[in-house]
């Protein structure tokens, strides 16, 4: 069974298929109570979102519950009126939206979209005339999303099933890439990043929070499937990670703030770049 491999002995699309499984467990809420779910929140905070101290993003330094809904609030979401399928199945590690200027009118990406959160805060922001495309390898994911939009009354977003490393969207057709800690999950990084640069239109931007790490990670945790679903095992050096961008063409690459430390050294990075004009 794929669980049993270490990551190193897996294909690509082995790996996919473990991250898949992972989130489509998420989004189903079937996790048993002594299992350890997946989370980027989980990465950057450095301690199990289940109950467990965090000195990081996720703001406390007291013994908490903590959970993906309060961690959605920590990182500045505001989720007054989204439904509670928008927030349970919350997964990330920063708040790309609210670095990422969106203008009304725009054509927004995100890249990892899930249950839709970030989708649904993009979608006011760009307004009736602006679209918000959502891109996600998991089938369970996609229909939560959709329930949830339907219970928003939200029409200007496009939820798609697809593969970051071969994205389902136009050339030249969106205004802004958002992802918030879905890219460190992509065996092929660099693919993700010139798929990004296709998709944007000359003097698009990208603003992404993602995981990274300050040194290199003991092969061990590597290689274990848990560490690689739960946004830590895939981080590569952010030092590689912005390399990855720049090789792909883009300017002005820069990691413009940072938050949390985990045992590892992993960390949240909010992370900019543009698509020259």
């Known amino acids: 069974m794929t669980e049993l491999k ?3 002995e897996m294909k690509p699309d082995e790996i996919k298929d473990a991250v898949r499984n992972a989130y489509s467990r998420v989004a189903k809420g079937t996790w048993t109570a002594d299992e350890q779910t997946p989370s980027c929140s989980d990465a ?3 301690d199990s979102a289940s109950a467990q101290t965090s000195s ?4 406390s330094q007291q013994k908490v519950k903590v959970t993906r809904v309060n961690i959605a609030e920590a990182l500045g979401y505001d989720i007054e009126g989204m439904p ?4 349970e199945s919350f997964a990330g590690c920063g708040n790309p939206v609210a670095l990422a200027s969106l203008k009304e009118g725009e054509v927004v990406l995100d890249l990892g979209s899930g ?3 970030d989708m649904f805060v993009a ?4 307004g009736a005339t602006g679209k918000v495309i959502g891109v996600d390898m998991t089938p369970a994911m996609i229909e939560k999303a959709k329930k949830n939009a339907e219970e928003l009354g939200i029409t200007n977003v496009d939820f798609r099933f697809g593969d970051i490393e071969n994205m389902p969207v136009d050339d030249d057709s969106v205004d802004a890439i958002i992802s918030n800690c879905v890219i460190n999950l992509a065996p092929n990084k660099s693919k993700v990043f010139q798929e990004a640069y296709r998709v944007l239109r000359p003097g698009g931007r990208i603003m992404v929070s993602d ?3 300050s040194k290199p990670l003991p092969k ?3 290689d274990e499937v848990i560490t690689y679903t739960g946004c830590i095992g895939g981080a590569i050096l952010d030092e590689e990670y912005l390399a990855h961008i720049r090789n792909a063409g883009f300017v002005d690459v820069e990691i413009t703030g940072k938050a949390g430390n985990s045992l590892y050294g992993a960390y949240s990075a909010y992370i900019a770049a543009l698509k020259p004009k």
């Not at 990081?56 to 703001?59: A, I, K, M």
């Open 211 to 213: 995981i990274v790490l």
């Open 220 to 222: 061990e945790v590597r």
């Open 84 to 87: 509670t399928g928008a927030t």
């Open 123 to 126: 979608s006011k922001k760009v």
């Open 44 to 46: 950057s905070c450095g």
């Open 6 to 8: 270490k990551v190193s």
């Open 56 to 59: 990081s993003c996720c703001g």
């Open 115 to 117: 249950a839709g959160l």
